[in-house]
């Protein structure tokens, strides 16, 4: 019973931080720390008696009069594990192996105009037969309405039925007996309590989608309802995973949109699903998602352009009102993406901050930038095995610092890896060529070079005063 009045007090302190969440400079993140501590206490228990899960209640930030709260709030204990949900198969096959990627949506019905229809025939539409073996599809139809819901499978099963039948399309539905309370929230941001109740299910619509997808695939990505696809968008998806082998993430990005292409390790759904679970009535998904991003030590967003997925709905899933947002960075059929094989990078060039050398040869927004260099600055690539490149591109500056190239400088392949000095260095380069303007580009290089490359670098030819950006190095191999 100790344990409880402490929890009682812990609660009582929660509340009156809230209260001055607007006048206070407690932030949200204070406020998850104490929850989590919380619940560490909370874990120690193996078991919790009747008599305690009422003092529970009573004591919760908001009054939790349903005993199938409690059964869900207790699954939040083993935030590793999957959350005790009997699913409600819809549409489907037995999965027969795990996938490349599982792509899931949530959907609810519609004051006015239905996409769900339109994304699911995009995503199947926009990928090769060969892209098509490495996906799942996973469809959440999470309305209570049972007649739109059955109206919804009919419609799914007469059109892709044979995905259906693949294995690569599954419809589930979560029963509303294992929801929380979605009456009498919290108001926060002065929402209006309908607006509360509405993105506070779909945190936990979301919430049991994750659940579900935890074990079928490598990868998930998360995209809305009524989302176009660009053409072949899992070969993107899987250079860009490729290029960033040895990095920690938490979550990419391949739109600047809302819940849309925001992708996944699939080992850390269990933990979103708990997470979105915990804090549903905080504050909209996509909000919720920047501190579990941040929780889990990814500080900076890492978005990928040219972005994937187009939000293409003109009615809000919520009360039907207008929603015009596009994303100015999609290309339908985007260009060429690049290989750029696994890799190591160094430079001697004095580095600006922390715009370090991956920064450049990484295939999401970002870039090198150094102070101005002098001749024989190097910066250097070295492969973790030789490859054959059919093409190089690299750009320097950007439309806000156009001053900022590289004004004198070549671009050097080598071969005949040794190590100095603790790294890896190429003992032999060939020249490929000057850059011009700024930028390098050539094709065929496996016809020009008579060796597997080993080592690239870009060469200083002549001191220059001005900053340097490389703002992207790509490569294609064959």
Known sequence: ???????????????????????????????????????NLYIEDSYVLEGDKQLIRETSTHQLNSERYVHTFKDLSNFSGAINVTYRYLASTPLQRKRYLT???????????SYLLETIKSIFEQSSYEELKEISVVVHLADFNSSWRDAMVQDITQK????????????????????PILDGLKRNYNDPEDRVKFRSKQNVDYAFLLNFCANTSDYYVMLEDDVRC??????????????????????????????????????DLPRLAHFLLMFYQEMPCDWLLTHFRGLLAQKNVIRFKPSLFQHMGYYSSYKGTENKLKDDDFEEEPFDIPDNPPASLYTNMNVFENYDASKAYSSVDEYFWGKPPSTGDVFVIVFENPIIIKKIKVNTGTEDRQSDILRHGALDVGENVRHFKHRRQCTTYLRLG?????????????????????????????????????????????
Request: glycine share 6%; aromatic share 14%; with cysteine.
């Open 1 to 39: 019973m100790f344990k409880f009045h402490q929890m009682k007090h812990i609660f009582e302190i929660l509340d009156k931080m809230r209260c001055l969440r607007k006048r206070s400079t407690v932030s949200f993140l204070g406020i998850l720390v104490i929850f989590l501590l919380f619940m």
């Open 103 to 113: 792509i899931g949506l949530s959907s609810v019905k519609r004051k006015k105009g």
């Open 230 to 267: 660009s053409k072949n968008f899992l070969t993107a998806i899987k250079k860009v995973i490729a290029s960033l082998e040895g990095t920690y993430w938490v979550t990419l990005e391949f739109s600047k949109l809302g819940y849309i292409g925001k992708l996944y390790h699939s080992h």
């Open 160 to 179: 892709f039925a044979h995905h259906i039948i693949a294995g690569r399309l599954m419809v589930i539905h979560a029963p509303e007996e294992y929801y």
């Open 434 to 478: 000057e850059f011009k303007y700024g930028n390098f580009e050539i094709s065929d290089v496996n016809q020009k070079i008579p060796f597997a490359v080993h080592c690239m670098r870009i060469y200083v030819t002549k001191t220059q005063k001005e900053w340097l950006i490389i703002r992207s190095i790509s490569i294609w191999t064959s």
